[in-house]
């Protein structure tokens, strides 16, 4: 039963950090190349973050059907790292100072940050109050506080999606 919920947690968590780091952006008169490095290198950290999470989730499918209180610190753990990554990176993309053919992009999106920040903090007061093997099904719900998907934000042009694989995976890993 644990690993049939943590199985679906993987894809919401690399969607919804998806979403919200597709929800910041900076100036219009950036470097193509550097640009594309800062998200392409956020992306990645949130990415490979995600995945030390998903290993964890995996573990307490293995073994017995019951989960000792360290293995769910260990989760917390792997997923308060998750949510202190996503943090830090949604604060680098605000920084990032887009070039021109991308400035519409960044300026639909700038305004996402802090209330990307603002879920997040939500989401870590949730984790923390995840503490036994009755506790693990409220993860959902810690990650459920992400969802930034706002209809006032431009898809992610084709041309950065495609210089960007790590943020073209975290867009494209829930669908």
Known sequence: MIFRRTRLLAPALLTTAGLAMA??????????GTYVKTYEGACKKIVTSAT?????IAGLATGSSTVSDA???????????????????ISVLADADAPKKWSSFQKSLKGTADDAK????????KLAEIKTQKDLPKIT????????KSAK????PDDLAKK????????NSGS
């Open 23 to 32: 929800g910041c952006g900076g100036g219009s008169n950036g470097d193509e």
């Open 52 to 56: 030390g999470a998903q290993t964890a």
């Open 71 to 89: 293995n769910v610190a260990k989760v917390r753990e792997s997923l308060g790292e998750v949510l202190d990554t996503f943090d830090s990176q």
């Open 118 to 125: 603002k879920a997040v903090g939500t989401a870590k007061e």
């Open 141 to 148: 719900g810690v990650f459920a506080s992400l969802d930034l």
């Open 153 to 156: 934000s431009e898809k992610v």
């Open 164 to 171: 960007a694989p790590s943020c073209n995976t975290l867009l």
